[in-house]
């Protein structure tokens, strides 16, 4: 798993990885069902503070690729819904 970071235009600090799906779950085990098929490849995966976002496909060298190059893939990733947890009494 390739990981870096970078700040975008804005400032905001960006956290980046390589997400591939284990050998498990491209043999067909259960837990790939719950994997949509555009994911069996593996995605990117883009965390700021305030945002997540997903990238696939992607680029096998990107993380050779400099900041604004990152910066692009950033902005062409799909965000991603926080997940909700549940509260004690729900």
Not at 63 to 69: G, I, V
Request: a negative charge; one cysteine or more.
């Amino acid at each position: 798993m390739a990981f870096r970071t970078f700040r975008d235009p804005e400032g905001r600090e960006w956290q980046v990885w390589d997400v591939i799906p284990s050998r498990e779950v491209e043999a067909g085990s259960r837990r790939s069902n719950y994997l949509p098929a555009e994911m069996a490849d593996g995605w990117l995966c883009f965390e700021a503070a305030d945002q997540k976002r997903r990238l696939t496909p992607f680029p096998s060298d990107w993380a050779t690729h400099d900041d604004a190059a990152i910066h692009a893939l950033c902005c062409a990733a799909e965000p991603v819904a926080a997940r909700r947890t549940a509260s004690i009494g729900e």
